[in-house]
């Protein structure tokens, strides 16, 4: 394997290591991956960048923090770019303005083709920003899907991304709000759930699910193998 993937990661902190897992684990199932040699190089980026759960964002900054970063993977002279925060997706075009010319793939794309075609209501779990910016809502109508969401169920993520936060995946009372979130979901008609925050995607794992799971993260790591077998 030949190629270089790049990662913008670290947004938030917590979220990286999972996403590399699942890039490797999408190598071994998509060509049977087994030995060191037979997996791509990677440059990953654990970046810092100034959002903090509910409050408003300062776009200058995180454009700038974010632009840098891919001018980073840009130096290291990577294939592809792949940025596992949903939020960040918000910059798509000032990302891929920084990108000269390497592809950045958008999350969004890859998450709504995941979905089970038979789910036609699917609530989005996400941060306020990802919800506001519109760009899920946009591909799941393209799709003849609708998004289901409300103001409690967004407070609630937030909540449980500042929880996670602190506390980390494995918390009593992480994973107890993760279950009630899910509750929520189900009660708004959800039939399906787009797990779009990569702070909360190692939750999946566990528990009982009240309907089918999309974790987004997964979808663009398994997007980046297959693009680069492309």
Known sequence: MLLTIGVL???????TAPFIDMLVSSCQSLYGAKDDMDFP???????????YPGRDIDDVKMILALQSGIADLVKAEV????????????????????SAGIPVLHIADYAV???PPDAKKVAIIATEPTIEDGFYQQ???AAGKEAISSPALRAHSTELINLVKEKGFKDEDVIASWRSLLLDAAALGAEAGLIACTDLSPL????????????????LAEAAIQNLLA
């Open 113 to 115: 083709k995941s979905l």
């Open 79 to 98: 294939n592809l770019i792949v940025v596992p925060c949903n939020l960040a997706h918000r910059y798509f075009a000032d990302m891929e303005e920084a």
């Open 9 to 15: 990661a670290g947004m938030g902190p917590r979220s």
């Open 139 to 141: 591909r799941l109508v």
């Open 41 to 51: 190089k990677m440059h990953i980026i654990s970046l810092p960048t100034p959002f």
């Open 204 to 219: 999946i794992d566990g528990g009982p699910k009240p309907f089918v799971m999309t974790d987004t993260a997964a979808s």
